[in-house]
């Protein structure tokens, strides 16, 4: 493993940590992901030599810049209905999707996210947009660009990860419950740019 290498680890490991401390409830995950913080910032520091309170990548001080996030199409044969899930905290609907994390690809984030909340194994097909959700969004939220891809399921559906309680296909005109994760008007947007073989921006 090379220098690069090294330095990319540490900086992925400490992603996972900052991630952690701004979803966790839980006290002990909390102070555990304290501890990896504050251990791979002392490597990045003697690994580089440097200082790291300065401006760097978790921080926005120097030129703000949207967050980026994805969401995934995935129909059925004859595209009339579109998987969604289930999010355990409020049991509202979102397309399988969420922050795109450091050194992922944007294909790769959304086969991740697939994956973790859906239990789905996709072929990414095509870029379906890149919209601004921050007209979309409670003022108070960080501006974003979503990233959307169409997606195809290969296989069936797997174990997932804990953020949600069930993965269901829903006709594209009875849409269930959303969440504020991605809006009623930009979920149609999203669907009608798929279906059509449209590319959406904006």
């Known amino acids: 493993m090379d220098s690069k290498e090294i330095y990319d680890f540490l900086i992925k490991v400490q992603s996972i940590a900052k991630i952690g401390l701004v979803y966790s409830k839980d006290p002990y995950a909390i102070s555990n992901y304290h501890e990896i913080n504050d251990l791979t910032l002392r490597f990045l520091e003697d690994f580089e030599n440097i200082k790291l309170n300065r401006n760097n990548y978790f921080k926005r001080d120097v030129y703000p810049t949207p967050n980026i996030s994805v969401r995934t199409i995935i129909l059925n044969n004859d595209k009339t209905k579109v998987l969604m899930v289930r999010e355990k905290k409020d049991e509202s609907f979102s397309l399988p999707g969420g922050w795109c994390d450091l050194y992922d690809s944007p294909s790769e984030a959304a086969k991740k996210e697939c994956l973790q909340e859906a239990g789905a194994n996709v072929e990414i097909i095509r870029l ?25 399921l290969n296989g069936e559906l797997v174990e997932h990860e804990y953020e949600t309680d069930g993965i269901f296909f829903f006709d594209i005109d009875n849409l269930p419950t959303y969440c504020d ?12 740019a798929a279906i059509n073989n449209e590319t959406i921006f904006d």
């Open 128 to 152: 379906v947009g890149i919209l601004n959700r921050t007209p979309f969004k409670q003022k108070t939220s960080v501006p974003e660009y979503v990233i959307v891809f169409l997606a195809k």
């Open 181 to 192: 994760k991605v809006s009623l008007p930009e979920i149609k947007k999203m669907l009608h």
